[in-house]
């Protein structure tokens, strides 16, 4: 079964902290994306990271796909509450058609 | 978000009845994903359809539940003789093709409660 483990799965801060959202599997993807999700909504497409070691950087939130193309992470600095949400990386590992998505993290970020 | 259209956005069904659930893709997609999301948890992979064609229900369950994605019209999710357990967000996405290179595209989803 091919999974992708994101940690941590819940995770409280105070604005203006910094914080850090891992992705680990063991298979290997092409590319990789991350989503944001709010309560009573969809997931919405923050990022897609497609080289190995690639950064992308959007605002105050950086992505990066590590070399092996098997894990990513999401890191915020200066975290506001705008940003509390659910945080989902996905892909489809190579090889295969199935899309699948992380665990997730939940993010609360306290005013 | 934008293009893929879910409908309904929440529905109520008693325990027995049946829920439809539809989806339409964006425009120019003919592979549609429906994932299944209960409170608190991540989205869970249900079936991946292309144009009157299952490609793989392998977490769709075995009973009471089905799919179709016909050559006109939107996607259907049906769920029969539903029970409390099925209450869920139900979400839709599309890609224009299969594999690793397409990035999928939710709809808002479908709110199912079973009363």
């Known amino acids: 079964t091919q999974l992708l483990e994101q940690s941590p799965q819940f995770l409280s801060i105070q604005e203006g902290e910094n914080l850090t959202v891992y992705c680990n599997s063991s298979s290997v993807f092409s590319s990789l994306q991350w989503y944001r999700q709010e309560p009573g909504e969809g997931p919405v497409l923050l990022v897609t990271v497609v080289t190995g070691g690639e950064v992308k950087k959007l605002k105050r939130l950086t992505f990066q796909f590590g070399d092996a193309r098997k894990d990513s992470s999401l890191h915020i600095t200066a975290a506001q509450p705008g940003d509390t949400g659910l945080y989902l990386c996905?892909?489809?590992?190579?090889?295969?058609?199935?899309?699948?998505f992380g665990t997730g993290t939940r993010l609360k970020v306290l005013a | 978000n934008a293009g893929v259209m879910q409908n309904p956005r929440h529905l109520v069904r008693r325990r027995g009845q049946e829920a439809r659930l539809r989806c339409s893709p964006m425009?120019?997609?003919?592979?549609v994903y429906w994932y299944r999301q209960l409170p608190e948890e991540g989205l869970k992979f249900m079936v991946y359809l292309q144009k009157e064609n299952i490609i793989d229900e392998s977490g769709m369950p075995k009973e009471r539940f089905s799919a179709e994605f016909p050559k006109e019209g939107p996607s259907i999710l049906r769920i029969q003789q539903v029970v409390r357990g099925d209450s869920a967000a139900y979400f839709c996405?599309?890609?224009?093709?299969?594999?690793?290179?397409?990035?999928?595209?939710f709809g808002e989803g479908s709110w199912l409660t079973v009363v």
């Open positions: 996405a599309s890609s224009p093709a299969a594999g690793s290179g397409n990035t999928i595209y």
């Open positions: 996905a892909g489809v590992p190579s090889g295969t058609y199935k899309y699948i």
């Open positions: 425009k120019g997609h003919s592979h």
